[in-house]
T-cell receptor
Framework: NAGVTQTPKFQVLKTGQSMTLQCAQDMNHEYMSWYRQDPGMGLRLIHYSVGAGITDQGEVPNGYNVSRSTTEDFPLRLLSAAPSQTSVYFC????????????FGPGTRLTVL | AQSVTQLDSQVPVFEEAPVELRCNYSSSVSVYLFWYVQYPNQGLQLLLKYLSGSTLVESINGFEAEFNKSQTSFHLRKPSVHISDTAEYFCAVSPSPFTGGGNKLTFGTGTQLKVEL
């Protein structure tokens, strides 16, 4: 198993540009989520999904969109990037909403100029 | 609602010395508790977890944590640290199943453990 994979590893955007961060898992996990990590703030939940076709907002959803058309993939879209979205983004998955262990991807480091 | 407090942002310690990383939480329902470790330029890995049963839980690399319900704490300890333990450590909490508390994992702000020679 590859586990949770994320692409790209690094990205630089200009203010106003759009892009999609890709996330995939091969563990047949129902629950997937996106976090952003900022210095001194830990990880904050952006959006999550409890299964294909079902998504919901987390703690900091503004400026981000998600969709879940398959069990394996959970892309995160930035429609109009802002410098405040400069961060490290982690995708995670777990077997179900109430199972315990989350598995994290390696992260995408995004810089918005 | 739930929250996690890690009061120490950085903990420097000499190799082979003991260390304790503090974690306190608040929640209106029963919880699962976790410690995750993040090595430089990597994602988070689960270090250990408390779900139920024995309040003392251990990891395979010598860390242990004790769930203290009365003090709402889940401090992480290691009796003798190694250089390779240098990393950032995150405490996290989620509601136990079927408590009506939802299913989200809430993280603390992290503690950077720096082991020096």
């Amino acid at each position: 198993n590859a586990g949770v994979t994320q692409t790209p590893k690094f990205q630089v955007l200009k203010t106003g540009q759009s892009m999609t961060l890709q996330c995939a898992q091969d563990m047949n996990h129902e629950y997937m989520s996106w976090y952003r990590q900022d210095p001194g703030m830990g990880l904050r939940l952006i959006h999550y999904s409890v299964g294909a076709g079902i998504t919901d907002q987390g703690e900091v959803p503004n400026g981000y969109n998600v969709s879940r058309s398959t069990t394996e993939d959970f892309p995160l879209r930035l429609l109009s990037a802002a410098p405040s979205q400069t961060s490290v983004y982690f995708c995670a998955s777990k077997r179900g909403p109430y199972t315990d262990t989350q598995y994290f991807g390696p992260g995408t480091r995004l810089t918005v100029l | 609602a739930q929250s996690v407090t890690q009061l120490d942002s950085q903990v420097p310690v000499f190799e082979e010395a003991p260390v304790e990383l503090r974690c306190n939480y608040s929640s209106s329902v029963s919880v699962y508790l976790f410690w995750y470790v993040q090595y430089p330029n990597q994602g988070l890995q689960l270090l250990l977890k408390y779900l139920s049963g024995s309040t003392l839980v251990e990891s395979i690399n010598g860390f242990e944590a004790e769930f203290n319900k009365s003090q709402t704490s889940f401090h992480l300890r290691k009796p003798s640290v190694h250089i390779s333990d240098t990393a950032e450590y995150f405490c996290a909490v989620s509601p136990s199943p079927f408590t009506g508390g939802g299913n989200k994992l809430t993280f603390g702000t992290g503690t950077q453990l720096k082991v020096e020679l």
